[in-house]
């Protein structure tokens, strides 16, 4: 059974009737205003499922917008935008939308080009002639993550120096002259580094600010009046919502602070969820670009090799079920976002939440696409349970792993085992978190890889830990000196 089935039905048998009545007049006074396009079951269900999920993951807070056939059949919001002193989330609010903001700018790029004042095929040497490989390296290929540029932020938290301000041209004369991390379009490896440079060349080109450029010829056109630019000027609490982190299964606490300028063209806006399904239906309606831009932001990218990069111009493409999705996450400062546009179905689920590194936004937005597009009953056979195998032996990466856990749990964490960045954050209060909500666990059992990646000049890995009645997830990034630069432990 898929997440959002399995999530739905857990909710439908879980819920109380009390629950689901207070959901449901919560719904009806926000949601009236988009009676059509969805029945009253599957926006209850929606409900449910957004109460599982902020209940699962201890996001404090969420807010969706739901379009079906063409227009917006539901906005809602759930839970609180701010904990302490509570505030209820409304879907007024503006929740910052992270890496989703790389669409636009890529869109920007795109009426650039409309206008002849640049190509997307052009090396990017005409603007940054001191980025390495710069005459190698295309537009297309900053926007579709293909250029080999290493990027500036793949860690899932605010590390210390990112609460300062930046010049983005720092960013790029620092990391943009790195060595390449492959050479251009010879994989797809995100980089934010690589949309930074994109976004100055907007600015470049169009003589203005990015998001003066976007006022003009995007956000005001489609009526997307709650848009801000997060980065310079961030989100007031309230009305907006607050973004949280949070250590372990400690609960959240306020997330720290983005120093402005480390956003441009990579993770810069904040908006309600209503305006960003304004933008989906531009999308779905190819309204704003013209027929051949907007094949050009939903065609996935062919690597040297030919094979399909997955990754169009700041959308992820894919082909689910028959389904023609584009989409993208993001993350920023304590929130979480998943836009996802289901183009021939003239469809689309945004979702927002209020925790960095917890998985709010996708769960939420996988299972309404669930109840949008039911799956087909595929009832079979049961299936064969599976033969237990014997734990194999834990490497040296899961040694490291249980060891740097292990003296968190004691509240004594080995430092020597940390990044700068990571003995930054782990900051007194965090390290305390992590030992009142994982001492109590007991022995760690196993440590497991769940799969290792490269990203930032790093090495990414994904474990599942278990201990003696509890089974938790962690993510890692670490350095080539072998130190940890990222370690957040889930649910």
């Known amino acids: 059974m898929s997440l959002g089935a399995a999530m739905t039905a857990e909710i439908c048998t879980k819920l109380t009737r009390r629950l689901v009545l207070a959901l449901a007049a919560f719904a009806l006074s926000w949601g009236a205003a988009y009676a059509q396009g969805l029945t009253d079951t599957q926006k209850l269900a929606i409900d449910m499922v957004a109460a599982q999920v902020l209940s699962r993951t201890e996001s404090p807070s969420a807010s969706i917008a739901v379009i079906k056939d063409g227009q917006i059949a539901y906005v809602q919001a759930y839970g609180d935008a701010q904990v302490t002193p509570r505030v209820a989330a409304v879907p007024t609010m503006r929740y910052a939308i992270g890496s989703v903001s790389k669409q636009f700018t890529a869109a920007a790029v795109l009426l650039l080009a409309e206008d002849g004042k640049l190509s997307l095929d052009e090396p990017i040497s005409r603007w940054y002639p001191a980025v390495t490989a710069a005459d190698r390296i295309t537009l297309r290929q900053l926007l579709s993550h293909t250029s080999g540029i290493a990027d500036y932020w793949p860690q899932d938290y605010v590390m210390v120096p990112m609460t300062k301000a930046v010049e983005p041209e720092t960013i790029i004369s620092t990391y943009g002259t790195r060595p390449l991390e492959f050479q251009p379009g010879d994989r797809n490896e995100y980089s934010n580094t690589g949309y930074v440079i994109a976004g100055r060349i907007?600015?470049?080109?169009?003589?203005?600010?990015?998001?003066?450029?976007?006022?003009?010829?995007?956000?005001?056109?489609?009526?997307?009046?709650?848009?801000?630019?997060?980065?310079?000027?961030?989100?007031?609490?309230?009305?907006?919502?607050?973004?949280?982190?949070?250590?372990?299964?400690?609960?959240?606490r306020k997330s720290l602070p983005q120093g402005s300028g480390w956003g441009l063209g990579a993770f810069e806006l904040a908006m309600t969820a209503e305006d960003l399904a304004k933008w989906d239906l531009a999308l779905i309606d190819r309204r704003l670009l013209s027929s051949a831009s907007y094949e050009q932001f939903f065609s996935s990218a062919r690597l040297n090799n030919g094979r399909d990069a997955g990754y169009?111009?700041?959308?992820?493409?894919?082909?689910?079920?028959?389904?023609?999705?584009?989409?993208?996450?993001?993350?920023?400062s304590g929130f979480m976002s998943q836009n996802t546009v289901y183009l021939n179905d003239r469809a689309a689920v945004v979702a927002f939440a209020t925790l960095e590194a917890a998985p709010g936004a996708s769960m939420l937005a996988a299972a309404i696409g669930q109840i949008l597009f039911p799956p087909a009953n595929t009832a079979g056979p049961p299936p064969i349970a599976p033969v237990a195998l014997p734990v194999p032996p834990e490497t040296p990466e899961a040694a490291r792993v249980r060891a740097l856990l292990s003296s968190l749990q004691k509240g004594a964490a080995d430092r020597s085992l940390m990044s700068q960045n990571l003995n930054d954050y782990m900051d007194g209060d965090l390290v305390g978190d992590f030992a009142s909500s994982l001492g109590p666990l007991g022995e760690i059992k196993t440590v497991q890889s769940l799969g290792m990646f490269r990203r930032g000049g790093m090495t990414g890995g994904n474990w599942r830990v278990t201990f003696n009645d509890r089974v938790l997830s962690l993510s890692t990034y670490m350095t080539a000196e072998g130190r940890f630069e990222q370690f957040l432990v889930a649910p």
């Open 202 to 252: 907007v600015e470049k080109v169009a003589e203005k600010p990015l998001f003066a450029f976007l006022q003009e010829r995007v956000f005001t056109p489609l009526a997307m009046e709650s848009v801000v630019n997060f980065d310079q000027k961030g989100l007031s609490h309230p009305p907006d919502a607050t973004g949280y982190r949070r250590a372990a299964l400690a609960p959240p």
């Open 312 to 332: 169009g111009l700041g959308l992820s493409i894919s082909n689910a079920g028959g389904r023609r999705r584009v989409s993208h996450g993001g993350e920023v």
